[in-house]
């Protein structure tokens, strides 16, 4: 990803989508949580821009809090990105190719999507795997 933001000279932002779960708690432990969930995300984000512009690259960093798919849509289409660039993980046996924020992403954004692999792809069970024959 570093080579390929160089040789566009392309801008990076990193965008962290957070989600606080609170459950039944005061609205004052809310505020706290939210901004627990603020403060490692700018501290995460802002050692990996420094990292990244170390190499030359340019970077911003954005968090915000909500439902991860529609805020990167949205981020990406209300700032005018060019590209959207994730990491996808695929867990599960419905999303084996994709994650399920990756695939939301995918199917409804407006802007184009590149999708990295962070792990080693695992072949989908098959109840029926026995049965079929092997040429």
Avoid: F
């Avoid at 959207?84 to 046996?93: F, L, N, S, V």
């Avoid at 990756?102 to 407006?110: D, F, M, Y």
């Amino acid at each position: 990803m570093v080579d390929l933001a160089k040789t566009h000279d392309a801008e990076v932002t990193l965008l962290n989508v957070y989600y606080t779960e609170v459950g039944e708690a005061t609205p004052g432990a809310i505020r706290e949580a939210i901004a627990q969930e603020m403060k490692q995300c700018e501290v995460y984000l802002g050692q990996t821009a420094k990292d990244l512009e170390a190499q030359g690259v340019k970077v911003n960093i954005a968090c915000v809090e909500g439902a991860p798919a529609r805020e990167i849509i949205g981020y990406a289409v209300t700032h005018g990105m060019d590209l959207i660039a994730m990491a996808t993980h695929g867990k599960g046996e419905v999303a084996w190719v994709l994650g399920s924020v990756a695939e939301k992403v995918v199917s409804h954004s407006p802007v184009p999507v590149l999708l990295v692999r962070v792990l080693e792809p695992k072949l989908p069970v098959w109840k029926e795997w026995k049965e079929v024959p092997i040429p």
